[in-house]
């Protein structure tokens, strides 16, 4: 009889073992995606700032805080004018602004001026934006490294 029932458990675990659903989770496939999106946003993250590259002149000023992304014009090196990252005619940049502007003449807009460009290129950037009403316009620059 003790034979039997030996026999019986044994062919019950069997089964048992065969047809259990497993019951844990296995998250290192998981943590592996995550940390591979980690590493791809850390890297790609700076390269999202800025559309045009140039060279900002630098100051001691602070950074402003803003919740929104401004609009950003940028006149580059060679004197060319980009709304965003845009290349576009000087003559039609406030049409164009006008016409984006989701806050109207309140919409915070951002000039960008290469350091190397011209004093009166960058001025006359932003006559046509005070001449055309907006009221809200600032000069980017980078942090002074040395104090």
């Not at 259990?20 to 946003?41: G, K, Q, W």
């Not at 060279?55 to 004197?79: F, H, I, M, N, Y």
Request: hydrophobic letters at 45%.
């Amino acid at each position: 009889m003790g034979a039997s029932l030996g026999s019986m458990r044994g062919s019950r675990r069997g089964k048992r073992g065969r047809h259990t659903p497993m019951s844990e989770i296995n998250v290192t496939p998981f943590v592996d995606v995550m940390l591979v999106l980690l590493i791809i946003f850390m890297v790609a993250a700076p390269l999202l700032t800025v559309g045009v590259p140039i060279d900002l002149p630098e100051t001691r000023a602070k950074a402003l805080q803003s919740d929104k992304d401004p609009l950003t014009v940028t006149v580059a090196v060679d004197g060319k004018v980009y709304l965003q990252d845009q290349e576009i005619p000087i003559e039609e940049l406030v049409a164009k602004l006008q016409a984006i502007a989701s806050e109207g003449y309140e919409e915070r807009i951002f000039v960008r001026g290469d350091n190397k460009v011209g004093y009166g290129a960058v001025m006359q950037v932003m006559g046509r934006l005070n001449a055309a009403g907006f009221k809200r316009i600032g000069l980017v620059t980078d942090q002074e490294k040395n104090g």
